[in-house]
Each structure stands twice: as structure tokens, then as C-alpha cells.
């Protein structure tokens, strides 16, 4: 079984560009986390879906991060424009349940803006 | 609002030999989980060990166990017989119950040396 598949796995851009991340996660897994972790430190989330629907996204900077989950199973991530405070490594994570089993992870995107 | 704190950035043990990694935690949840997370150099955050906070007897995973003291809201990780393998950053976690999302700690980068 494929693990949780994100890419890139780097993007180098410049300030006020634009980006996306893409992921796809386990098969049959309704819950889709998007993380950010900057260097040294825990992640943070950015916004969970339950199936197509974004239920928390409290912690998303609305202003420039964007995101979607079409059909409930892939999504995408955008940042537009990119600042230079954005660069930090962007996580995607898929859950069954994730108090019971956790979340399994992609290998993530480092983000660099320069 | 939950809150985690591993309050060792950095830690170093011997191959062979047994280290503890500590975590506090803070959560109004009556029923909630725990978890460490290793997060090896590749990014890819890989789940070591969970704990169910309504279960008493301490979890073990092969070399790999906590002491979960509840009252103390505490969740340190003992490796016993270190690996080269193990050295990693470790993260402590705790889940949300009602909000189904989990919240890291800082992180601790472990170094097993030769």
C-alpha cells in the first residue's frame, strides 16, 4: 500500500510568487491534514478536511494560503503570493481516526522563498 | 487549548544504552491520546509509540515505552539499547478528542553515537 504521496519534495521560489503543494493520501482515509513546520520546530496545522469539506482551517492565512480536496481524496495547497516568512517544510497527513491511530505522513515539501 | 512542552532541544546517548526523552502536556479533554512521532533527516514523520490516557498500564513497542503519569499530565519516551538508527528528532503529541487534530511539542533532536 502507497504511503501518503506528497510533491515537490522542494520548491525554490521567489518572493510574491506563487506555489502549490500537492498530496494524495492513503486510500480510504476521509481525513486530510495540511501542516506547516517551520526549521526546529513542531508542526502546526493549517487546515483539516473531512472528506471534500474543510472543517477547520482556523490557522490558515486566508489572505494568500488557499486549499481544496476535490472529490474528497487528493489536494492541493497554494500560497499566492509567497512571502519570505513562508519557507518552512509543508506536511500532509491522512487519518482514519487520528486519536485512535495517529496520522501517517508524506515526506512533506521544503518551501524556500527567496 | 492544548499545549505541549519538551523541554530538552537536544539530547545524546551511547549506542546500546538507554535514554529518556521528557513531555508535559496540557488538555481539558477527559479522554484523549498521546503519541510520539520520529522524525528522521528523510522528513517523513514516522508514529512510534501511542498511549490512550484512559488506560493505566504504560505502552510498549519493542525497545521503545513510556511512563505516562497522568496527574502529572507527563509522557516521557524510554529507549532502551539506542541504535545508530534512532537518532532522529522526536515529538511528543496529544490529540484533540472533539476536534480530531493533533498538537506537537518543540521537538527533541536525539543523537546516538558510536
Known amino acids: 500500500e502507497a504511503g501518503v504521496v506528497q510533491s515537490p519534495r522542494y520548491k525554490i521560489i521567489e518572493k510574491k510568487q506563487p506555489v502549490a503543494f500537492w498530496c494524495n493520501p492513503i486510500?480510504?482515509?476521509?481525513?486530510l491534514y495540511w501542516y506547516r513546520q517551520n526549521l526546529g520546530q513542531g508542526p502546526e496545522l493549517l487546515i483539516r478536511?473531512?472528506?471534500?469539506?474543510?472543517?477547520?482551517d482556523s490557522q490558515l492565512p486566508k489572505d494568500r494560503f488557499s486549499a481544496e480536496r476535490l472529490k474528497g481524496v487528493d489536494s492541493t495547497l497554494k500560497i499566492q503570493p509567497a512571502e519570505l516568512g513562508d519557507s518552512a517544510v509543508y506536511l500532509c497527513?491522512?487519518?482514519?481516526?487520528?486519536?485512535?491511530?495517529?496520522?501517517?505522513f508524506g515526506s512533506g515539501t521544503r518551501l524556500t522563498v527567496v | 487549548a492544548q499545549t505541549v512542552t519538551q523541554s530538552q532541544p537536544e539530547m545524546s546517548v551511547q549506542e546500546a544504552e538507554t535514554v529518556t526523552l521528557s513531555c508535559t502536556y496540557d488538555?481539558?479533554?477527559?479522554?484523549?491520546?498521546l503519541f510520539w512521532y520520529k522524525q528522521p533527516p528523510s522528513r517523513q514523520m514516522i508514529l512510534v509509540i501511542r498511549q490512550e490516557a484512559y488506560k493505566q498500564q504504560n505502552a510498549t513497542e519493542n525497545r521503545f515505552s513510556v511512563n505516562f503519569q497522568k496527574a502529572a499530565k507527563s509522557f516521557s519516551l524510554k529507549i532502551s539499547d539506542s541504535q545508530l538508527g534512532d537518532t532522529a528528532m522526536y515529538f511528543c503529541?496529544?490529540?484533540?478528542?472533539?476536534?480530531?487534530?493533533?498538537?506537537f511539542g518543540s521537538g527533541t533532536q536525539l543523537t546516538v553515537l558510536p
Open positions: 478536511y473531512e472528506n471534500e469539506e474543510a472543517v477547520d
Open positions: 486510500s480510504g482515509h476521509n481525513t
Open positions: 497527513a491522512s487519518s482514519l481516526d487520528s486519536r485512535l491511530y495517529g496520522y501517517t
Open positions: 503529541a496529544t490529540s484533540s478528542g472533539s476536534a480530531r487534530q493533533l498538537t
Open positions: 488538555t481539558s479533554e477527559n479522554n484523549y491520546y
